[in-house]
């Protein structure tokens, strides 16, 4: 199994940024993929970043193309979540996402941690 837990959020200005983190814990499960989805209330929950395979490719939603920056460290299963000139259309409950592979067989599973809320003042 995999435990996932975010943090870094918080309250932050327009325009300042702010980096969240991502810790898969595992004992025997290959961490493949990362990804982070936000929630806004009232919203439907939103792609907003992904990083997976060997070279970490990387994948953006529209919406934070160019603001934000998705990366990872292998060694310690965490991912992070760099995000600049942030606006209150920002303003969600951060999600990440872990795609993980069990030490036998190759069907992947993903584990999802409790969020972490971020806020973005005019």
């Known amino acids: 199994q995999v435990s996932v837990v975010e943090s870094g959020g918080g309250q932050v200005q327009t325009g300042g940024s702010l980096r969240l983190s991502c810790t898969a814990s595992?004992?025997?499960?290959?961490?493949?993929?990362v990804a982070w989805v936000r929630q806004a209330p009232g919203k439907e929950r939103e792609f907003v970043a992904h990083?997976?395979?060997?070279?970490?490719?990387?994948f953006y939603g529209d919406s934070v193309q160019g603001r934000f920056t998705i990366s990872r460290d292998k060694r310690l299963n965490t991912a992070y979540l760099q995000m600049d000139n942030l606006t209150s259309e920002d303003t969600a409950t951060y999600f990440c996402?872990?795609?993980?592979?069990?030490?036998?067989?190759?069907?992947?599973?993903?584990?999802w941690g409790q969020g972490t809320q971020v806020t973005v003042s005019e």
């Open positions: 996402k872990v795609g993980a592979a069990p030490p036998v067989g190759d069907i992947l599973k993903d584990y």
């Open positions: 595992t004992d025997t499960y290959r961490i493949t993929s």
């Open positions: 990083i997976s395979g060997d070279l970490d490719l990387t």
